[in-house]
Nanobody, 123 residues
């Protein structure tokens, strides 16, 4: 499956963004779809995932502010980001895989990746 992420940009702190991850060559409903992010100079970090069943899981640093969703008809996964903070500045990548529940935050278990979209939060 090929993934195309979009929707990033420059936003003021406290603002919102919606990132999109459009898939082709495979159905997003058959994968565990995830968002990871990599802040400048830091390691890649798990953000959120929506599993084939529709259940959702979030990284601790984004709980309550980020919402992952999926539109099967559009074959697209979204990441709604609210109450943006400067520490949310990162390149955001979408990914597809089939990790077991205990390993959903392990980026090595996702074998399809989009190219990334930059989110920059100004204070």
């Amino acid at each position: 499956v090929q993934l195309q992420a979009s929707g990033g940009g420059l936003v003021q702190a406290g603002g919102s963004l919606r990132l999109s991850c459009a898939a082709s060559g495979g159905a997003v409903s058959t994968y565990g779809m995830a968002w990871f992010r990599q802040p400048p100079g830091k390691e890649r970090e798990f953000v959120a995932t929506i599993r084939q069943t529709g259940t959702r899981h979030y990284g601790d640093s984004v709980k309550g502010r980020f919402t992952i969703s999926r539109d099967n008809a559009k074959n697209t996964v979204y990441l709604q980001i609210d109450s943006l903070k400067s520490e949310d500045t990162a390149v955001y990548h979408c990914a597809a895989g089939r990790p077991i529940l205990s390993s959903i935050s392990d980026s090595a278990l996702y074998y399809h990746w989009g190219q990334g979209t930059q989110v920059t939060v100004s204070s």
